[in-house]
C-alpha cells in the first residue's frame, strides 16, 4: 500500500468510536468479497414500515415481522434490483426494519466501482422514491422503478398506488418530523389529498438556499460495512439478520431489561449495565473463583460446587478468566440459571447483548456489567483488570450492589440496528 493509498484511507478509519464513515484500512472495496451494510433512516424515523408481533411461551417462539409501507417496499425493491445497475453485485439478504436496513451484498468479481458508488447508486434511487412517495414531491424526468422480478413489479405497483404522498397524509399514517414511534402507524394507504400534486409543482428553479441541505435525503450520511471473512460468519448474520424483528419485537415488550443503565454504584467502582438489576438485590450471591493452576480434578470439583450453589438458589458472579470459572459460568448459562458478568469492557448508549445472551436477558436471567467505560476495539485484559473485576465481584457477592439494583440512571436504548452498536471492521462493542 503507498502512502498516498494509506492517506485516502485513514480518513475512514476514524478515531476509536462508533461511526458510520469507518472503511478497513487497505482493503480494496471492488475487489470479490462479501460485505454486511446497515444504513439508517435520517432522524431514525419509522419510515419502512411497524413491527408486528405476538408473544409465544418463551423468547425463541416469539414471532415479529416488519409490515412494509410502501417507501419500505420500494427500498427492498430497488436493494434486489442493485445487480441490474452492478452485475458483478449480488443482493443476497435483506432485513428492512422500521427506521434502518442491513443487507449483506456479494461482489462476486472484481469491479471498476467502489463500494461506495454502488451504495451511492441505491442510495439516489431510494431517495427519489422518499420524495416521491412521503413528500409527495414528483421527480422530473423520474426513471420507472427497477423490474427486477414479477415480485419486484408487484412492489413497485403498490408504492405507485401510495405516490403523492402530501405531509398531511403522511402525518395520517405515522409520519411525523419529529420521528414518531413504529407504535403510530395505523394506516400506509397514504392520503387522497395529494393525488395530482405533480402538476403543482413550479417548473421554474426555486431558491433553495433558505433549505436545509438535508431536506428531501432519506438516509443519514454514510453507512457502516462488516466484511464478511467465511461462510460460516455469513450463516451467523443472516440468521442475526432474520431474528431482529424478533429481537426487535423482546425489546419493546421489555424495555427495562434492554436499556442500558450508567452510573450504578457498587463500591468504589462506577458501573455501567444492561439486562436484569434486581439480581444485584437477590439475597444470595455467589462469587465463582477458580485458580488458574488447578488440575482437572480440582476444576471439576470446583465447577461441581458452584452448580451445586445455583441450584439451590444462588445468583453465580464472575468475570469468567480463568477456564475453571468460564466452564462453571457456561453449564449455569445452559441450565438457564441465573447469573451476573462481570465484562472488561464498557457498554455503550446503543449496546446490547448478543447471540444467547440476549434471550437470557429477556428471560430476566442475566446482567452485564462493568466498571469501565466502552472502547470501540478490542479490549486486552491485564492482571490488575483482573483483580479489579474480582474485587468488584467480590463486593457484589457481599451485597454491595443491593443499591446499584435500582434503575435511578439509565441510558439509551438500541433502535434495532446491527448487533454491537452497529460496529465496523476492527472495532469491537446492538
Given at each position: 500500500?503507498?502512502?498516498?493509498?494509506?492517506?485516502?484511507?485513514?480518513?475512514?478509519?476514524?478515531?476509536?468510536?462508533?461511526?458510520?464513515?469507518?472503511?478497513?484500512?487497505?482493503?480494496?472495496?471492488?475487489?470479490?468479497?462479501?460485505?454486511?451494510?446497515?444504513?439508517?433512516?435520517?432522524?431514525?424515523?419509522?419510515?419502512?414500515?411497524?413491527?408486528?408481533?405476538?408473544?409465544?411461551a418463551?423468547?425463541?417462539?416469539?414471532?415479529?415481522?416488519?409490515?412494509?409501507?410502501?417507501?419500505?417496499?420500494?427500498?427492498?425493491?430497488?436493494?434486489?434490483?442493485?445487480?441490474?445497475?452492478?452485475?458483478?453485485?449480488?443482493?443476497?439478504?435483506?432485513?428492512?426494519?422500521p427506521d434502518?436496513?442491513?443487507?449483506?451484498?456479494?461482489?462476486?468479481?472484481?469491479m471498476?466501482?467502489?463500494?461506495?458508488?454502488?451504495?451511492?447508486?441505491?442510495?439516489?434511487?431510494?431517495?427519489?422514491?422518499?420524495?416521491?412517495?412521503?413528500?409527495?414531491?414528483?421527480?422530473?424526468?423520474?426513471?420507472?422503478?427497477?423490474?427486477?422480478?414479477?415480485?419486484?413489479?408487484?412492489?413497485h405497483?403498490?408504492?405507485?398506488?401510495?405516490?403523492?404522498?402530501?405531509?398531511?397524509?403522511?402525518?395520517?399514517?405515522?409520519?411525523?418530523?419529529?420521528?414518531?414511534?413504529?407504535?403510530?402507524?395505523?394506516?400506509?394507504?397514504?392520503?387522497?389529498?395529494?393525488?395530482?400534486?405533480?402538476?403543482?409543482?413550479?417548473?421554474?428553479?426555486?431558491?433553495?438556499?433558505?433549505?436545509?441541505?438535508?431536506?428531501?435525503?432519506?438516509?443519514?450520511?454514510?453507512?457502516?460495512?462488516?466484511?464478511?471473512?467465511?461462510?460460516?460468519?455469513?450463516?451467523?448474520?443472516?440468521?442475526?439478520?432474520?431474528?431482529n424483528?424478533?429481537?426487535?419485537?423482546?425489546?419493546?415488550?421489555?424495555?427495562?431489561?434492554?436499556?442500558?443503565?450508567?452510573?450504578?454504584?457498587?463500591?468504589?467502582?462506577?458501573?455501567?449495565?444492561?439486562?436484569?438489576?434486581?439480581?444485584?438485590?437477590?439475597?444470595?450471591?455467589?462469587?465463582?473463583?477458580?485458580?488458574?493452576?488447578?488440575?482437572?480434578?480440582?476444576?471439576?470439583?470446583?465447577?461441581?460446587?458452584?452448580?451445586?450453589?445455583?441450584?439451590?438458589?444462588?445468583?453465580?458472579?464472575?468475570?469468567?478468566?480463568?477456564?475453571?470459572?468460564?466452564?462453571?459460568?457456561?453449564?449455569?448459562?445452559?441450565?438457564?440459571?441465573?447469573?451476573?458478568?462481570?465484562?472488561a469492557?464498557?457498554?455503550?448508549?446503543?449496546s446490547?447483548?448478543?447471540?444467547?445472551?440476549?434471550?437470557?436477558?429477556?428471560?430476566?436471567?442475566?446482567?452485564?456489567?462493568?466498571?469501565?467505560?466502552?472502547?470501540?476495539?478490542?479490549?486486552?485484559?491485564?492482571?490488575?483488570?483482573?483483580?479489579?473485576?474480582?474485587?468488584?465481584?467480590?463486593?457484589?457477592?457481599?451485597g454491595?450492589?443491593?443499591?446499584?439494583?435500582?434503575?435511578?440512571?439509565?441510558?439509551?436504548?438500541?433502535?434495532?440496528?446491527?448487533?454491537?452498536?452497529?460496529?465496523?471492521?476492527?472495532?469491537?462493542?446492538?
Amino acid at each position: 500500500m503507498t502512502e498516498e493509498e494509506y492517506a485516502a484511507h485513514k480518513k475512514y478509519a476514524g478515531p476509536a468510536k462508533p461511526s458510520m464513515n469507518r472503511r478497513r484500512v487497505g482493503h480494496d472495496y471492488s475487489s470479490r468479497r462479501m460485505y454486511l451494510i446497515t444504513m439508517t433512516v435520517e432522524g431514525r424515523r419509522p419510515l419502512f414500515g411497524r413491527l408486528v408481533g405476538h408473544d409465544g411461551a418463551t423468547p425463541e417462539t416469539t414471532e415479529a415481522s416488519v409490515e412494509l409501507s410502501p417507501l419500505g417496499q420500494r427500498v427492498k425493491d430497488e436493494w434486489l434490483a442493485v445487480t441490474v445497475h452492478h452485475p458483478e453485485v449480488t443482493a443476497v439478504s435483506l432485513q428492512l426494519m422500521p427506521d434502518h436496513l442491513h443487507g449483506i451484498l456479494f461482489v462476486e468479481q472484481q469491479m471498476e466501482e467502489h463500494l461506495s458508488d454502488v451504495i451511492r447508486g441505491f442510495k439516489t434511487s431510494t431517495n427519489k422514491a422518499y420524495r416521491q412517495i412521503v413528500l409527495g414531491r414528483a421527480e422530473a424526468g423520474a426513471a420507472a422503478p427497477p423490474q427486477h422480478s414479477e415480485q419486484a413489479g408487484k412492489g413497485h405497483a403498490a408504492g405507485a398506488s401510495a405516490a403523492g404522498f402530501s405531509a398531511a397524509g403522511a402525518s395520517a399514517a405515522g409520519f411525523s418530523a419529529d420521528g414518531a414511534s413504529a407504535a403510530g402507524f395505523s394506516a400506509f394507504s397514504g392520503s387522497s389529498a395529494a393525488v395530482g400534486c405533480a402538476a403543482a409543482v413550479p417548473q421554474s428553479k426555486r431558491d433553495r438556499s433558505h433549505e436545509s441541505r438535508e431536506h428531501g435525503l432519506l438516509w443519514t450520511p454514510n453507512y457502516n460495512d462488516h466484511i464478511l471473512s467465511n461462510r460460516g460468519e455469513l450463516d451467523r448474520w443472516r440468521q442475526y439478520l432474520a431474528d431482529n424483528p424478533r429481537r426487535l419485537y423482546l425489546r419493546r415488550r421489555n424495555p427495562e431489561l434492554f436499556r442500558v443503565s450508567f452510573g450504578l454504584r457498587i463500591g468504589r467502582f462506577n458501573c455501567s449495565a444492561v439486562g436484569n438489576r434486581f439480581l444485584l438485590a437477590y439475597p444470595k450471591i455467589t462469587q465463582v473463583q477458580c485458580s488458574t493452576h488447578f488440575y482437572e480434578p480440582d476444576v471439576q470439583k470446583v465447577v461441581a460446587g458452584y452448580m451445586a450453589a445455583a441450584r439451590g438458589g444462588a445468583v453465580l458472579v464472575s468475570p469468567s478468566i480463568s477456564d475453571g470459572e468460564k466452564r462453571t459460568m457456561r453449564a449455569a448459562f445452559d441450565a438457564g440459571l441465573p447469573q451476573i458478568l462481570i465484562t472488561a469492557n464498557g457498554l455503550g448508549s446503543y449496546s446490547k447483548p448478543g447471540g444467547a445472551f440476549f434471550d437470557a436477558c429477556a428471560e430476566g436471567r442475566l446482567l452485564i456489567l462493568s466498571p469501565w467505560e466502552h472502547q470501540n476495539r478490542k479490549v486486552v485484559l491485564t492482571r490488575a483488570m483482573c483483580m479489579e473485576m474480582n474485587e468488584l465481584a467480590r463486593l457484589i457477592a457481599e451485597g454491595c450492589g443491593t443499591a446499584a439494583a435500582q434503575p435511578t440512571t439509565a441510558g439509551g436504548t438500541d433502535n434495532g440496528s446491527t448487533g454491537n452498536g452497529g460496529r465496523a471492521n476492527g472495532a469491537a462493542g446492538q
